[in-house]
Structures are given as C-alpha cells and as structure tokens.
C-alpha cells in the first residue's frame, strides 16, 4: 500500500477501539513475571551455558599478548573465544566499531573476548584469570580541545548535504538587529541505563541459527548479525518479544548477541550472555555530547530576523554527527538563517541515538537562548515564541507544515499550569527557605513514515491473529496494533492475538526514531485492508463499501455474520505500508509545550521539581493511556538530562568514569512529582493512514530547558552547562534571608 494522498474517511475514523484508553495486554505477562525477555527463553532453549564478556582495558592501542592457559583450566570452563580463534569477522552497517575487538582496540570495554562456562559464576571467575598484555596509543577524548580543529560536516541522514544550511545572509542581518544574543551551551555524554542489561541467548541447529535478544529493530539486527559472522541473513532467525527499556540502546546490533552466537559456536551448546552493568556505559553507544554556539538577532518588537545555531560534537572514525542543529531550521520564523555542525574524531566509545536523538540536547540549548532572547527584549517568553510561529517551513517557505498547533499548545498550557501567576523577576518568589520559579520550552519532533509490514489471519475460531516483527520495548506495542486489528475487523480486542518480534514475520519499522507506532500500526492496516477484501469475497460481498462491526459484516441491505466467512476456511491478509512523496509536499512534525515549577533551596543550592505539564500534538492518540505512560517517561528522562546525568570522562585513558548505576545518576521516584499530560485533539491526514504521528521522544524534547529556565526564574542565575548542578550556582544565589 502506498500512501501518496492524504488519508480520506477509512474504518480508523470509528474509533471504537482506536483512540481509547485499553490497558495493556501485554501488561499481566509483566506483572506476573511470565513474560519471557532475552535471557528467560527457559521454555524453548533447556540448560543453556553461560557467557562471560571481558572488555578491553584501554581506551586506544592494541592487544600485544593474550594468555588464556589459567582460564580454560578453571572449574566449568567450556570454551573462550577472542578475535585470535573466532574466525574472520565483519562488521554491520550500523555499528561504528568492531564488535569484537584485537587486535587493535577501538575504545575502552570493547569486547575482546568471551568466557563460556556452566554456570555465570565461572564465566565470570575465568575471565578475570585471562591475562592481557596491551600496547597502549595515545588517544583523542577532550570533544572541547578536537573540537579546534574539527571539519564541518552534513547531516547524518545520507546523501551529500551542504556543510552549512544557509538562507538569506545570517552575517548581515545579525549585524543589523538592535537586539542580539550569542552564546555557548553544553551537553555532557549520557548513558541510556535502561533496566534490562544488554542480553541474548543463541543455540545453533547444524548452520542455522537462532538468537533470542533484546533488540529494537528485527530486520536490523538480523541483517548486521549475517554480516558480522558472515553467514546468509536467512540462516539467522532473530526474535525479541519482550524488551526491557531501550531508548535507542538496543536499535543496532551489540556485542552481547554477537558473543553469545560465537560462544554457542565453539562449545556447541545454546549459551546465553548478559552484558554487565558495569560494561554496558562504554561497550555499547550513548548520546554524544555538544558544544553549541546559538546566535538570535531580532527587532525591538521582537521579530527574529536572524538566527543561527551551530553545534559540535564527537564520535570514532566513521561516526556521525549528533545532529543537535535540526529543531532550528523548522521552529521559529526568520528570514535569514544558519545551521552548521562540526564532528571531531574520537576515540571514545561510539556515540549514537539515544530517545530523541538531536532535537533532545538541540532543544536544551536552542529554548533556553529563546528564553534569554525573550527577557532582553522584555517580552514575556510565550508571546516571544507566538511572535516567531511559522506554518511553514521556514527554508522552503513554499512547503507547509501538515499540521501545526505550537500556538495552541502554549496558550493551553499556560492557562492550565497557571502562567499567568509567574513573576517574570527572577528570584522573588519564596516558600520559606525555598526559592520558587516556573519555566517553559516549546516541544518538537519530526515524524515520518516508514515502511512497515504485516501479516493477519482469521480463524475459525474467531481470532484474528496479527504477526509482525514490530518490538515492544516497553511502549504498549502489542495493545496499539491489537487495536488497529480489531477496529479494522470489527471484533473486541479480546479477540485479537499479537504476534510480534520474530524474524520470520513481515518486517515492520521497529521501535525507534518515533516512528514505530504510525508506521507498525498503518502497516496492521494494509493487510486488515487485504483481508477485509478476502473475506467480502467469499462472503460475495462488493468489497468498497462492506462494514465491519459488532462482529458482522454489511454491504448494502445484505448482512452476515464474519464467523461465516470463515467456515471453508482461514483467511490472511498480508500488506505493508510504504511512504510516498507526501513528506516532500509537507513538512510532518509533532509539536508541543512543557512547563515546569521548581524549588532551589536557598540555602543549599539543592533542586526540586514541583509540578510538570506537558501539552502534545501529535496527530491522532491511539491510544492515551500508553502514550500517557511515554509522556510522563520521557519527562523523566528530561528531569534527569536537566539536573543529574552525565558521564564523566577521564581524558587520561578515554573511558566513562561513573559506569555504573550507583555513580551515573538518574531521577528516582522521589525526584519526580505529579506529571500531567494534555493531548490536544484532532488528525493529521498526511502523516499516516491511521492519521496518527508519534509522541514518545516529543515528551522529552525540550523538557531540560523547561527545568533549566525554571531554575533562572527561581534565583536569577543563568547556567548554559547541563547538567543543573548546584556547584553551578550555589555561590550565587540570593541571600537566604
């Protein structure tokens, strides 16, 4: 199916089942305990030995001796794999460095080998027996001091883009403006600790391979995972039905499955390999940092004329950029514009996606520079952002969003948060020793569609069973799609079944880049669309204007029962949705607004976030309690980006510091208070045929500065470092009278 026009009236528009607030189903598996994840597969794969990971011991060099003599003695020990005995290896397209390294090293904890046993214990006990003896190099890890000297690069999205974004002529009109702003803001490296560590279990039946893993993206990891061990892609089959947290983590293939098939291969027995947490900070990929430079020019009345935001950031050769810049060529109006990034060379470990990747760290500069933008020209910072809203793309002024309500978003959101009750003094508002002070940020995230397939069959038995390799990690995946079914068809949810995440099924969009539930779901309706034509068919029905409801069929004055359909025997459907040139006639993005209250304590510097509220638009809800659920969670993840995460870098020896859960900080409950979450209604026609767009990275984009400017309004002081840290203020804070 190939969606070229705006979607017209279609069975989606019922919204019996599409658009309300199901629980999960998925939800009582979790509870209970019975939901399978990457290394529980006890079902299907009995007795499986365990794998070991060991990670390099150097940030830049190479392995100059490896003695493993004590370690394959060692109680338990079945087999030890390094880059010496496992054979040539490739790499996948996705992966920046080796996933096996030696013997040269590419970044600290790089795996260099795996310790198959009987048990993790003794896995874990042979490893540190392995004696390695390492030629250490010199290494890049300051981005600040690479930076200097770092070339200008293009977006990361492929092709050849231009190495600055330029409109009209940003030098002059800067120049120009009565009212500027130029200044620098930082965003550290940041680590995605979800819960569930990296995890997989393999088991080989003579050259055919099966691996259970923890893994956004099917098609993706199964593609890089023939490449890596150089085996046909159909041998492979790759399932991850249950996944614990991914935030763009577990998107490409990582070292744990890689291991873990290449364990199974050398002690011939299923072996399964949990990443430990410990490793998992500077073996796997976090959000780069950045170093952005952000420049505004506007009229005394407060009419942006010029605006330019340049950013830079690091990764291991071949890396990409953090594409930090991109909110700022579609946000706000302005007739002359600039956005350029720098990428130095890195020999730190790969940067890559983390939930929103760009817009998350780009908005954390850019609304703050609004903010700052705003009190110079002493306009309260909603009517600023009103001021500069455009409905179209700001450079290519002849291509109009699909669907833009930032305006809305600010206005409701300030009426139900209590805007108007702020004082746009800093530091005047006080609840005993408690500084108080409200913030705001405007929300946005693109949204696209991608290819997404799916295949359903209707029994009978009555059930309408769906498979696709669409992820669930966590999102309310298995609910969403299982109500597009039954909205198509016509049946209450309880009598679809979900089938999700293996190989073997049409391959869908995967879990990522907030595209997977528009993209999963409209791929669902393609082959509802197959079906519900196969079952008008045999029911002799005309296939145009057949309704689905109630469990019954009708066309015309004609009706039956859809059991009927069914009696000579089960119907599929198969289709998938592909994206046509809709997003080149339009600009698709979902927008929003985050308000924010904090406390600083006068006397200690200490931040506590009193209330949140996040206003969203972004197409049709499929269903709101979920998407609730990847609001609040995104939220969060903006309260820990504004106030506490960082990976701290050692520029000595080039790895993260604090790899850990007890040393890189993230919000606890107590940090977090009530989150309310608005959706405004309505669709959006040209983003997919189920009118919807996505939310779950909208929820965190622009929540840090939210905090951030909060936090000025509360003390005066302006901090552009992230994160918010008292040591960042303390020393000027007003008196603690």
């Given at each position: 199916m190939k969606f070229d026009t705006p979607a017209g009236a279609n069975p989606i528009d019922r919204t019996a089942v599409v658009g309300r607030p199901h629980d999960r189903i998925d939800g009582p598996l979790k509870t209970t305990g019975t939901a399978p994840y990457a290394y529980e597969h006890h079902a299907e794969v009995r007795n499986p030995a365990c794998g070991y990971i060991l990670g390099s011991a150097i940030g830049k060099g190479r392995i100059g001796a490896m003695d493993l003599a004590e370690a394959k003695t060692a109680p338990g020990v079945l087999a030890i794999v390094t880059a010496q005995d496992a054979g040539k290896l490739g790499k996948g397209k996705f992966n920046?460095?080796?996933?096996?390294?030696?013997?040269?090293?590419?970044?600290?904890?790089?795996?260099?080998?795996?310790v198959v046993a009987e048990t993790f214990e003794q896995a874990r006990a042979a490893a540190a027996l392995i004696r390695v003896d390492y030629i250490r190099a010199k290494g890049r890890f300051d981005l600040a001091e690479e930076l200097k000297t770092a070339p200008l690069t293009g977006n990361s999205n492929g092709g050849s883009p231009p190495k600055e974004a330029r409109v009209g002529d940003f030098e002059q009109a800067f120049a120009a403006a009565p009212v500027t702003l130029d200044a620098t803001y930082t965003t550290?490296?940041?680590?995605?600790?979800?819960?569930?560590?990296?995890?997989?279990?393999?088991?080989?039946?003579?050259?055919?391979?099966?691996?259970?893993?923890?893994?956004?993206?099917?098609?993706?990891?199964?593609?890089?995972?023939?490449?890596?061990?150089?085996?046909?892609?159909?041998?492979?089959?790759?399932?991850?039905?249950?996944?614990?947290?991914?935030?763009?983590?577990?998107?490409?293939?990582?070292?744990?499955?890689?291991?873990?098939?290449?364990?199974?291969?050398?002690?011939?027995?299923?072996?399964?390999?949990?990443m430990p947490r410990p490793l998992m900070a500077n073996n796997s990929t976090h959000r780069p940092a950045t170093v952005q430079r952000i420049r505004i020019g506007a009229t005394r009345e407060g009419t942006i004329t010029a605006i330019a935001h340049e950013s830079g950031?690091?990764?291991?050769?071949?890396?990409?950029?953090?594409?930090?810049?991109?909110?700022?060529?579609?946000?706000?109006?302005?007739?002359?514009?600039?956005?350029?990034?720098?990428?130095?060379?890195?020999?730190?470990?790969?940067?890559?996606?983390m939930r929103a990747p760009g817009e998350a760290p780009g908005m954390m500069a850019l609304e703050i520079a609004i903010d700052e933008m705003a009190e110079r020209l002493g306009m309260d910072p909603i009517a600023f952002r009103m001021k500069n809203d455009t409905q179209v793309d700001p450079e290519k002024p002849e291509r109009p969003f699909s669907e833009r309500n930032l305006v809305r978003c600010l206005r409701e959101g300030a009426d139900r948060f209590g805007w108007a009750r702020r004082d746009p003094r800093p530091g005047q508002v006080r609840d005993g020793r408690w500084l108080i002070g409200m913030g705001m940020a405007a929300a946005f995230r693109n949204s696209s569609l991608v290819p997404s397939g799916a295949r359903v069959r209707l029994g009978r038995d009555g059930i309408l069973v769906v498979e696709t390799d669409m992820t669930d990690i966590g999102t309310g995946s298995y609910t969403i799609i299982g109500q597009t079914a039954a909205e198509m068809l016509g049946l209450p949810l309880n009598k679809v079944q979900v089938r999700l995440a293996d190989s073997r099924f049409p391959v869908s969009a995967g879990s990522g880049g907030q595209f997977g539930a528009a993209s999963s779901t409209s791929g669902v309706y393609a082959a509802c669309l197959k079906l519900r034509e196969a079952v008008a068919q045999r029911l002799g029905f005309n296939t145009t204007d057949a309704v689905f409801e109630g469990g019954t069929v009708k066309s015309g004055n004609r009706?039956?029962?859809?059991?009927?359909?069914?009696?000579?025997?089960?119907?599929?459907?198969?289709?998938?949705?592909?994206?046509?040139?809709?997003?080149?006639?339009?600009?698709?993005?979902?927008?929003?607004?985050?308000?924010?209250?904090?406390?600083?304590?006068?006397?200690?510097?200490?931040?506590?976030?009193?209330?949140?509220?996040?206003?969203?638009?972004?197409?049709?809800?499929?269903?709101?309690?979920?998407?609730?659920?990847?609001?609040?969670?995104?939220?969060?993840?903006?309260?820990?980006?504004?106030?506490?995460?960082?990976?701290?870098?050692?520029?000595?020896?080039?790895?993260?510091?604090n790899h850990d859960l007890a040393s890189y900080e993230v919000p606890v409950h107590l940090d977090i208070p009530h989150q309310e979450v608005l959706f405004l209604d309505g669709t959006d026609d040209k983003a997919s045929p189920m009118k919807a767009k996505g939310v779950g990275e909208l929820g965190l984009c622009g929540v840090g500065a939210a905090v951030a400017n909060a936090v000025y309004n509360a003390t005066g002081v302006r901090v552009r470092d992230y994160p918010v840290t008292l040591e960042k203020h303390l020393d000027r804070l007003p008196g603690a009278a």
């Amino acid at each position: 199916m190939k969606f070229d026009t705006p979607a017209g009236a279609n069975p989606i528009d019922r919204t019996a089942v599409v658009g309300r607030p199901h629980d999960r189903i998925d939800g009582p598996l979790k509870t209970t305990g019975t939901a399978p994840y990457a290394y529980e597969h006890h079902a299907e794969v009995r007795n499986p030995a365990c794998g070991y990971i060991l990670g390099s011991a150097i940030g830049k060099g190479r392995i100059g001796a490896m003695d493993l003599a004590e370690a394959k003695t060692a109680p338990g020990v079945l087999a030890i794999v390094t880059a010496q005995d496992a054979g040539k290896l490739g790499k996948g397209k996705f992966n920046t460095a080796k996933l096996l390294g030696g013997p040269d090293i590419d970044h600290y904890h790089q795996a260099i080998a795996v310790v198959v046993a009987e048990t993790f214990e003794q896995a874990r006990a042979a490893a540190a027996l392995i004696r390695v003896d390492y030629i250490r190099a010199k290494g890049r890890f300051d981005l600040a001091e690479e930076l200097k000297t770092a070339p200008l690069t293009g977006n990361s999205n492929g092709g050849s883009p231009p190495k600055e974004a330029r409109v009209g002529d940003f030098e002059q009109a800067f120049a120009a403006a009565p009212v500027t702003l130029d200044a620098t803001y930082t965003t550290p490296d940041q680590s995605h600790m979800m819960m569930e560590p990296f995890a997989s279990l393999a088991a080989w039946h003579g050259d055919e391979l099966t691996v259970w893993t923890s893994n956004q993206m099917i098609d993706w990891g199964r593609t890089d995972l023939a490449i890596t061990l150089g085996i046909p892609k159909e041998k492979i089959r790759f399932l991850s039905p249950y996944v614990g947290g991914g935030f763009g983590g577990k998107l490409f293939l990582r070292a744990d499955a890689v291991m873990a098939a290449l364990g199974a291969r050398a002690a011939k027995r299923p072996v399964k390999v949990a990443m430990p947490r410990p490793l998992m900070a500077n073996n796997s990929t976090h959000r780069p940092a950045t170093v952005q430079r952000i420049r505004i020019g506007a009229t005394r009345e407060g009419t942006i004329t010029a605006i330019a935001h340049e950013s830079g950031s690091g990764d291991l050769p071949g890396g990409r950029p953090e594409t930090a810049v991109n909110q700022s060529k579609l946000l706000y109006a302005g007739a002359n514009r600039l956005t350029a990034m720098r990428l130095a060379v890195l020999d730190l470990p790969e940067g890559n996606a983390m939930r929103a990747p760009g817009e998350a760290p780009g908005m954390m500069a850019l609304e703050i520079a609004i903010d700052e933008m705003a009190e110079r020209l002493g306009m309260d910072p909603i009517a600023f952002r009103m001021k500069n809203d455009t409905q179209v793309d700001p450079e290519k002024p002849e291509r109009p969003f699909s669907e833009r309500n930032l305006v809305r978003c600010l206005r409701e959101g300030a009426d139900r948060f209590g805007w108007a009750r702020r004082d746009p003094r800093p530091g005047q508002v006080r609840d005993g020793r408690w500084l108080i002070g409200m913030g705001m940020a405007a929300a946005f995230r693109n949204s696209s569609l991608v290819p997404s397939g799916a295949r359903v069959r209707l029994g009978r038995d009555g059930i309408l069973v769906v498979e696709t390799d669409m992820t669930d990690i966590g999102t309310g995946s298995y609910t969403i799609i299982g109500q597009t079914a039954a909205e198509m068809l016509g049946l209450p949810l309880n009598k679809v079944q979900v089938r999700l995440a293996d190989s073997r099924f049409p391959v869908s969009a995967g879990s990522g880049g907030q595209f997977g539930a528009a993209s999963s779901t409209s791929g669902v309706y393609a082959a509802c669309l197959k079906l519900r034509e196969a079952v008008a068919q045999r029911l002799g029905f005309n296939t145009t204007d057949a309704v689905f409801e109630g469990g019954t069929v009708k066309s015309g004055n004609r009706s039956a029962d859809l059991a009927d359909a069914t009696r000579a025997g089960d119907l599929t459907g198969e289709d998938k949705v592909e994206p046509g040139d809709l997003e080149k006639k339009y600009q698709i993005s979902t927008f929003g607004a985050h308000f924010v209250e904090v406390g600083v304590d006068a006397y200690t510097g200490v931040m506590r976030v009193r209330r949140m509220l996040a206003v969203c638009d972004a197409g049709r809800i499929l269903n709101p309690k979920t998407a609730r659920s990847q609001v609040i969670g995104a939220m969060t993840m903006g309260v820990g980006g504004a106030l506490m995460e960082e990976l701290a870098v050692d520029k000595r020896f080039g790895f993260f510091v604090n790899h850990d859960l007890a040393s890189y900080e993230v919000p606890v409950h107590l940090d977090i208070p009530h989150q309310e979450v608005l959706f405004l209604d309505g669709t959006d026609d040209k983003a997919s045929p189920m009118k919807a767009k996505g939310v779950g990275e909208l929820g965190l984009c622009g929540v840090g500065a939210a905090v951030a400017n909060a936090v000025y309004n509360a003390t005066g002081v302006r901090v552009r470092d992230y994160p918010v840290t008292l040591e960042k203020h303390l020393d000027r804070l007003p008196g603690a009278a």
